[in-house]
């Protein structure tokens, strides 16, 4: 067994992605659409990412079970890393022509900064709900990595690819820990199944919303595609 077997499956790895100008908003040629959507998601990143640490922290604090709370920190470490990169993917695109998207992720600031008011069983569940569901999209955008990506620009698939990768243990951790806090009775399942639907329907409001300011801006949203 060398070095690297003993790393920790939730190793927080410092990637120093570059995302220079010449980087195009449609880093995928010929997929302006799919090139929009992730810009979208990656847009979130900043904004629900540090979301997601600062309740994580908060829960572990609350776990007896010593590996479950390395788990956790694990977690934020990850995520730490992956919304730095994000922030500056998203700026240079910002700077490309599309202000307009700083006023979604003002929405957004100020959207998290309200659901941080909430109980921890909340946060908690809308985190475990969003991770079950990315864990969905994970799947999807590894397994289909070929064809979706094949002519995009290399260092936003490696991102991407890296930053998904990275996001295979984050539904256990996250299912892990409030089951540890919050399991007990209908109240623990129903609020974590509401919790699916919150998290998920969320991000993918925010998402969708810097997909479409990118598709108008580019006069491509009324397009039947
Ligand atoms: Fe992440
Ligand atoms: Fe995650």
Redesign the pocket.
């Known amino acids: 067994m060398n070095q690297a077997d003993n790393a920790p499956v939730l190793a927080a790895r410092r990637i120093p992605f570059e995302f220079p100008e010449d980087i195009e908003r449609n880093w995928i040629p010929g997929e302006p659409e799919l090139s929009a959507m992730m810009i979208g998601a990656s847009l979130t990143m900043p904004y629900l ?1 540090p979301f ?1 640490m600062r309740t994580m922290r908060e829960a572990i604090e609350r776990v007896d079970d010593a590996q479950l709370r390395e788990d956790g920190l694990g ?1 934020i470490g ?2 730490g890393q992956h919304y730095r990169a994000h922030r500056r993917f998203n700026e240079t695109i910002k700077a490309k022509g599309y202000a307009e998207l700083a006023a979604i992720e003002a929405q957004m600031e100020a959207s998290y900064a309200r659901l941080s008011q909430r109980s921890l069983q909340v946060r908690l569940a809308y985190t475990a709900g969003f ?1 079950s569901m ?1 864990m969905g999209v994970t799947r999807w955008l590894v397994e289909d990595r070929v064809r979706l990506f094949a002519n995009g620009d290399p260092r936003v698939v490696s991102m991407v690819l890296w930053h998904m990768v990275e ?1 295979t243990e ?1 539904k256990r951790v996250a299912y892990d820990v409030y089951q540890a806090l919050f399991s007990g009775g209908l109240r623990g399942y129903w609020c974590r199944m509401v919790g699916v639907f919150h998290g998920s329907l969320d991000v993918m409001r925010y998402s969708m919303k810097g997909y479409k300011a990118l598709l108008k801006k580019d006069g491509l949203w009324r397009s039947p595609r």
């Open positions: 990412e997601l977690f990850q995520e991770e990315t996001e984050h």
